[in-house]
């Protein structure tokens, strides 16, 4: 361990993880289910395919001549639609991913204060202000903005802890700091 990371270590809580795409992809559903917009856009999505299973079914069994090319490019549009928003959460995370991959292992440091992440080329502090809510899954905690609109998020991978009896020392930390959801 080298000397600033030593000193980190004694302030705060000091993680360091390699990018895992399970992590990525797990933080980003977490931030899109605490978003409003997107319970919204999946069932309006589902509901679009059931209004289009629907005229098809019309079209093959109502109508006097059944349509049986109507039926096929409704089916199909539907299920475009369900389709299309349920890779919304890999797609998203598959981008994310690839940026984050690029930057190597991530070390983070989380005190009182709030939360410090550096990578390769990256060292970014983010406050308790700004991540004012977190949610713990059985792998990471996600911090959460404020904003419900689907803006900022960070993870911190429990096995990113040298030690797994920190797992409660950070929960601690971000419960003092930060509402859990």
């Known amino acids: 361990m080298d000397e600033a990371t030593e000193h980190t270590a004694r302030d705060g ?10 992590d990525v992809s797990e933080a980003v559903r977490v931030r899109l289910r605490a978003t ?9 999505a ?8 629907a005229v098809a079914a019309l079209a093959l069994l109502v109508a006097w001549e059944p349509d049986p090319g109507t039926a096929v490019e409704m089916t199909l549009l539907g299920l475009v639609a369900v389709t299309a928003a349920e890779l919304v959460p890999w797609a998203t995370a598959r981008s994310l991913f690839l940026m984050i991959r690029s930057q190597g292992e991530a070390k983070a440091v989380v005190d009182e204060d709030g939360g410090r992440w550096t990578t390769r080329d990256t060292d970014v502090t983010i406050r308790w202000a ?9 792998r990471l905690f996600v911090l959460l903005t404020a904003r419900r609109t689907g803006t900022g998020f960070a993870y911190l991978p429990k096995s990113g802890l040298a030690d797994p009896a920190a797992i409660d020392r950070l929960r601690a930390v971000l419960d003092r700091n930060s509402a859990r959801t």
């Open 13 to 22: 809580l000091a993680l360091a993880y390699p990018p895992v795409f399970a």
């Open 36 to 44: 409003r917009w997107w319970p919204a856009l999946r069932w309006a």
């Open 46 to 53: 589902r509901g679009a395919c059931v209004l289009a299973l």
């Open 130 to 138: 700004m991540l004012p809510r977190y949610v713990e899954t059985p």
